[in-house]
């Protein structure tokens, strides 16, 4: 296996045998295939066919994968085709191929971390969340490319709509395989905006869940204040299928200890039982949006109805809280890689880590102590208000050109910091013709309400907007947040 990493998916030389048509077979979402799955007019090995033929046609330009065996994907393929053909029942994911980004250990699979320092390194278990989706009979695809060590130096994925952009991190490999049609479901991981930014700039739904929610243990520590395990898929409903099918209680992940599994998919599809009521603010980069989005999300929240409203106290102050403590905690958790070999580290990394060893524990207390606060602040604001959910743009505009950078993320960093559940939304398009994504905040805990709302909002926006045809609506200025 260790000798087709990287190789083109398909290399063997198997085709799509039995397949009408490969393309859309990709182009379904996981629900559908699910369905199909279930009714066996779909097999397993028919949609691992399509995808990894998809895969070599992708590869050589969008570089999504760090490690993809075609042996291992048809050989779990197989073994839930026989599943079925036995008549064993179908469990949640039964059949359904999933990406996972390379920060999160797998024993079949190498997991480097997009670290040189990791080259080769093949952990001896599988992450918790890995041994879930085994149980429920997903077919693991392969690792997608995360950034080094999941933070801000670029990796050499590209952006699927256009090859010269970023796709946004640090979960680059697994929102440009969702966008790209080489896979239907993906895991990333978010400590400030790694889920969200790339669904944004990809055009996907990312959800990133109440902190928590899904355990983290075999996850790659980088702060462990923040760090959060996050789907990928093309539709609301697809990634709380995922989610709830990793989430619930761990007893060696002190977020995750004593959760129940909830019910996300059940709800998420659900029919509303009013109107939802959603506010709305540009938070206090709002100045910093391109004008272009700040259009095109204006409008859809002029013509939705949402009320501009402002943010609990402590939301000014919370970027500063979150970089001290993020980057003490990354200094904690790469210490001893940078000692060793800081000469192969990233610049940006060795950066943060220099700043993080600073850091005292009376600043990083505060910190922690302020994200407790905050949270504290949101549930009282979305209580009193009587909020489904809180709208905001995903990122500062579309995917900027060139890979020197992924993108800020400082649009995500209150739900990050809080440790709110939040969902990424492919509703909007920039006057580049690039996506623009639209982000949903929910209380803690309130996920399956949050993404209900979500999956309302994909249905009753009737379609994507353009920024210049939000423009010529625009309904209204400024408002909250400016």
């Known amino acids: 296996m260790e000798a087709e990493r990287r190789a083109p998916a398909g290399a063997s030389g198997q085709g799509t045998a039995g397949v009408a048509d490969p393309d859309a077979l990709c182009a379904l979402d996981a629900t559908r295939l699910r369905t199909g799955l279930a009714a066996g007019t779909l097999t397993a090995t028919a949609c691992a066919e399509a995808l990894l033929a998809r895969c070599a046609a992708l590869e050589p330009q969008l570089q999504a994968w760090a490690f993809l065996d075609p042996v291992l994907v048809r050989a779990q393929a197989a073994a839930a085709d026989a599943v079925r053909a036995a008549g064993a029942p179908l469990r949640a994911l039964h059949g359904l191929p999933v990406g996972l980004k390379d920060v999160v250990d797998t024993a079949s699979m190498p997991t480097e971390n997009g670290c040189v320092l990791h080259a080769g390194r093949r952990p001896a278990a599988d992450a918790v969340l890995v041994q879930r989706l085994r149980r429920a009979g997903a077919v693991l695809m392969g690792k997608t490319v995360t950034t080094e060590l999941a933070t801000y130096a670029s990796g050499p994925t590209r952006n699927p709509h256009d090859p010269r952009r970023t796709p946004g991190g640090s979960s680059s490999g697994s929102a440009a395989a969702v966008a790209a049609g080489m896979l239907p479901l993906a895991i990333g991981t978010q400590t400030n905006g790694s889920v969200i930014r790339p669904a944004a700039f990809c055009g996907v739904v990312g959800y990133k869940p109440s902190a928590g929610m899904i355990p983290r243990t075999g996850v790659l520590v980088q702060s462990p204040s923040f760090d959060g395990v996050g789907v990928f898929a093309r539709t609301v409903v697809d990634a709380a299928i995922l989610a709830e099918a990793i989430a619930g209680d761990d007893g060696r992940d002190p977020l995750a200890r004593g959760r129940a599994p909830p019910r996300l998919a059940r709800v998420a599809g659900a029919p509303l039982p009013r109107p939802p009521v959603v506010a709305w603010n540009g938070q206090p980069a709002w100045r910093r949006v391109a004008p272009d989005a700040r259009a095109a999300f204006e409008a859809l929240a002029s013509r939705m109805g949402w009320c501009p409203l402002a943010l609990p106290a402590g939301c000014d102050e ?57 949270r504290a602040g949101f549930d009282r604001w979305f209580d009193v208000h009587g909020l489904d959910a809180w709208a905001t743009p995903s990122a500062l505009g579309t995917a900027p050109e060139g890979l020197a950078s992924t993108g800020d993320p400082v649009m995500c960093t209150l739900a990050s910091f809080a440790g709110l559940p939040a969902v990424g939304l492919p509703l909007l398009r920039g006057a580049d013709g690039m996506p623009l994504g639209l982000q949903l905040v929910g209380r803690h805990g309130d996920d399956a309400r949050l993404l209900r709302t979500a999956n309302w909002l994909m249905e009753a926006a009737g379609g994507v907007l353009s920024a210049p045809a939000c423009a010529a609506r625009r309904g209204r200025g400024g408002g909250a947040g400016r």
């Not at 790469?334 to 060795?350: H, K, M, V």
């Open 318 to 374: 919370a970027y500063e809280h979150h970089r001290v403590v993020m980057e003490a905690e990354i200094a904690g958790s790469f210490e001893s890689l940078w000692r060793d070999g800081a000469a192969r580290l990233s610049t940006p990394l060795q950066g943060q880590i220099e700043r993080g060893l600073q850091v005292g524990a009376v600043r990083w207390r505060r910190g922690t102590e302020a994200a407790q606060a905050l």
